[in-house]
Every structure is written in C-alpha cells, then in structure tokens.
C-alpha cells in the first residue's frame, strides 16, 4: 500500500494506492491514526487507486471515522471504483462518510 499526502491548509488528502487488507491495514491505520492527531478540520480519503478492501480494511474506515468524529473533523471518501463503493455500500458504513467527486 502506497500512501500520499497533500496538505491544503487545514484540509488534509490522503491518496491510497493499493489493496486495503489484511496485509496494508496496520500501516495505514497508523497513518490515519497520526493525521487525526494534527490540527486538521478534515481529512479526505482518496480510494480511486486502492483495487480492493477486506473487511479488516473496512475496520480501519470504522476507525478513522470514530476517531475524526471525536475530533470534530470532518472525514470523507473521494475516488472509489465501483468494487469498493459496493463493499462499502453492503457493510452499511458508506453513509457515515461524506462521498466527494467522481467515481472511477
């Protein structure tokens, strides 16, 4: 898994590139972990290049999402393909994100 930033003053977009599982999982709840921690209103999740997410990768959504809404920051999900729109929409976590942009 590949992770990217891109701080835009107090707006933060991390860009995965890879398959969220059970393998990437660790590493990229560390990451969100650390993010959530700064002085950021919202951070921004960018999923159009990850090809596939477990349900250990799904957790890690879950995660991030109590932890930025303990924060009051705002957390959503920009770039999703279809597949993981739809694993996403089937466990019923999708609403608790605001979706942005196009889908790919």
């Known amino acids: ?3 990217t930033e891109n701080l835009d003053g107090r707006n933060l977009t991390l860009t995965l590139e890879g398959d969220l599982d059970s393998a990437s999982s660790p590493g990229v709840e560390r990451k969100m972990e650390e993010v959530l921690d700064l002085n950021i209103e919202s951070l921004d999740l960018d999923l159009g290049k990850v090809r596939y997410i477990s349900s ?15 924060g009051e920051k705002k957390i959503s999900i920009t770039g999703m393909s279809g597949k993981v729109r739809e694993i996403l929409d089937e466990v019923g976590i999708l609403p608790l994100f605001t979706a942005k942009g196009k889908e790919s």
């Not at 799904?58 to 303990?70: Q, T």
Request: glycine share 6%; net charge positive; proline share 0%.
């Open 56 to 70: 250990i990768g799904v957790r890690v959504l879950v995660i991030a999402y109590k932890k930025a809404m303990k």
């Open 1 to 3: 898994m590949r992770i």
